[in-house]
């Protein structure tokens, strides 16, 4: 009996050691995370974020496999909140399996969870916040990047198409408020009074004002040729609808957070005329690589991508190019955020949008602008000029 015990516990030693060498062997977990709005009015561009990185961790994703890794998408709705932002960074950096951020969708959600990631070096690469400060600031300097141009220089890139093209001599500028918003609105301000155009408006509203009345009342009187929105387009799109109302016929001029298919939707397409907007994410039939992407994304999701799918396709594939030099530097061990942070800044592509390089602020070295002339459509949307800073 005693030799049949000891055999047998031979044999569970056995089966036990190699268990233990299976689970050892099994490839460990990495997470990307997109953190954008998935809930509420601006749900549709960040659910664009989330799909574009979907299809790159698809295609990319099997990078990492030689370095015994398996790498998965994480969706988080951060609710266009900082507050819920922050609670849901918080959360993610003790999770050492997430391995990256792509997002978010506001400057002002991003400013306040970067601070939150910077304390465990966990990157973020944005594929929308324009904001100069999000790659300035030296609390968070090793870790926040983007693939998007910044608003100062889309802001006079605004200002310079409205002269050009335009012709505007008198404007509105309104801002909703937000880091993105006012930020945008001030650099396009600063450039239209240095151009001598003039202001005769220039105020903020908050971000959920839905009546724009009291200004618009004023704009039938003033009539101003241009009125200038630094904003998203759920409100954009109101001010729009309400602006045609009360037969106001001047341009509504805007940035990247108008670009959107809801703008349409919201402001009706009858009312849809004389409306621009720049843009930090190249319209689609600019970016001739992606016709596959497109096609792709079609049929997954049953819904068309935007810019921002395809520059978030392009943000995710730099992180797990860098992230693959991590575990390959590592030799397949635990992934070290905070040199993955570094690697990020040393990758250099031709994604689909272009480019993909940083500088060592973490912005994208080679920025495209685009002027978008707003159809009745999305369809329609036609491109009125391309800028490359």
Same mark, same amino acid.
């Given at each position: 009996?005693?030799?049949?015990?000891?055999?047998?516990?031979?044999?569970?030693?056995?089966?036990?050691?190699?268990?233990?060498?299976?689970?050892?062997?099994?490839?460990?977990?990495?997470?990307?995370?997109?953190?954008?709005?998935?809930?509420?009015?601006?749900?549709?561009? +960040?659910?664009?974020?989330?799909?574009?990185?979907?299809?790159?961790?698809? !295609?990319?994703?099997?990078?990492?496999?030689?370095?015994?890794?398996?790498?998965?998408?994480?969706?988080?709705? !951060?609710?266009?909140?900082?507050?819920?932002?922050?609670?849901?960074?918080?959360?993610?950096?003790? !999770?050492?399996?997430?391995?990256?951020?792509?997002?978010?969708?506001?400057?002002?959600?991003?400013?306040?969870?970067?601070?939150?990631?910077?304390?465990?070096?966990?990157?973020?690469?944005?594929?929308?916040?324009?904001?100069?400060?999000?790659?300035?600031?030296?609390?968070?300097?090793?870790?926040?990047?983007?693939?998007? +141009?910044?608003?100062?220089?889309?802001?006079?890139?605004?200002?310079?198409?409205?002269?050009?093209?335009?012709?505007?001599?008198?404007?509105?500028?309104?801002?909703?408020?937000?880091?993105?918003?006012?930020?945008?609105?001030?650099?396009?301000?600063?450039?239209?009074?240095?151009?001598?155009?003039?202001?005769?408006?220039?105020?903020?509203?908050?971000?959920?004002?839905?009546?724009?009345?009291?200004?618009?009342?004023?704009?039938?009187?003033?009539?101003?040729?241009?009125?200038?929105?630094? +904003?998203?387009?759920?409100?954009?799109?109101?001010?729009?609808?309400?602006?045609?109302?009360?037969?106001?016929?001047?341009?509504?001029?805007?940035?990247?957070?108008?670009?959107?298919?809801?703008?349409?939707?919201?402001?009706?397409?009858?009312?849809?005329?004389?409306?621009?907007?720049?843009?930090?994410?190249?319209?689609?039939?600019?970016?001739?690589?992606?016709?596959?992407?497109?096609?792709?994304?079609?049929?997954?999701?049953?819904?068309?991508?935007?810019?921002?799918?395809?520059?978030?396709? !392009?943000?995710?594939?730099?992180?797990?190019?860098?992230?693959?030099?991590?575990?390959?530097?590592?030799?397949?061990?635990?992934?070290?955020?905070?040199?993955?942070?570094?690697?990020?800044?040393?990758?250099?592509?031709?994604?689909?949008?272009?480019?993909?390089?940083?500088?060592?602020?973490?912005?994208?070295?080679?920025?495209?602008?685009?002027?978008?002339?707003? +159809?009745?459509?999305?369809?329609?949307?036609?491109?009125?000029?391309?800028?490359?800073?």
């Amino acid at each position: 009996m005693r030799l049949k015990a000891s055999f047998i516990a031979v044999m569970f030693g056995v089966l036990s050691t190699t268990a233990a060498t299976i689970a050892l062997s099994a490839p460990q977990v990495l997470k990307i995370v997109t953190h954008s709005p998935l809930s509420g009015a601006q749900s549709t561009t +960040g659910e664009t974020i989330k799909f574009g990185t979907q299809l790159a961790v698809d !295609d990319f994703g099997k990078i990492l496999e030689p370095y015994n890794a398996k790498l998965v998408l994480q969706a988080e709705d !951060d609710q266009s909140n900082p507050t819920v932002g922050v609670a849901n960074a918080n959360r993610l950096i003790g !999770d050492a399996s997430v391995i990256g951020i792509i997002g978010h969708f506001n400057s002002g959600v991003a400013m306040a969870t970067t601070e939150v990631y910077a304390k465990a070096n966990l990157v973020m690469i944005s594929p929308a916040n324009t904001n100069p400060k999000i790659t300035e600031r030296a609390s968070t300097s090793k870790i926040a990047n983007r693939v998007c +141009g910044r608003d100062d220089v889309q802001g006079p890139a605004a200002q310079s198409f409205m002269s050009s093209h335009l012709k505007a001599k008198k404007i509105y500028v309104i801002n909703d408020k937000t880091a993105y918003g006012s930020g945008l609105a001030q650099e396009f301000e600063k450039a239209s009074r240095k151009a001598g155009v003039q202001v005769l408006l220039s105020t903020g509203v908050d971000e959920k004002e839905t009546d724009f009345s009291s200004i618009l009342n004023r704009a039938v009187i003033e009539k101003p040729d241009v009125i200038f929105f630094g +904003g998203i387009y759920s409100q954009g799109g109101l001010l729009l609808k309400q602006m045609r109302q009360k037969h106001i016929e001047s341009v509504l001029l805007g940035g990247d957070g108008l670009d959107s298919a809801e703008l349409q939707t919201i402001a009706g397409a009858a009312n849809i005329r004389n409306v621009y907007f720049t843009s930090v994410a190249m319209p689609l039939n600019q970016l001739p690589k992606a016709k596959s992407f497109i096609e792709t994304y079609k049929t997954k999701f049953k819904k068309s991508p935007d810019g921002f799918a395809v520059a978030s396709y !392009d943000a995710a594939h730099a992180l797990i190019l860098a992230t693959a030099e991590s575990l390959k530097a590592k030799k397949g061990q635990a992934v070290d955020r905070a040199d993955i942070a570094a690697n990020v800044r040393k990758v250099n592509f031709e994604g689909l949008t272009g480019t993909i390089a940083f500088d060592n602020k973490g912005d994208i070295k080679a920025a495209r602008y685009v002027v978008i002339e707003a +159809g009745a459509t999305p369809a329609q949307n036609k491109t009125a000029a391309v800028i490359t800073k």
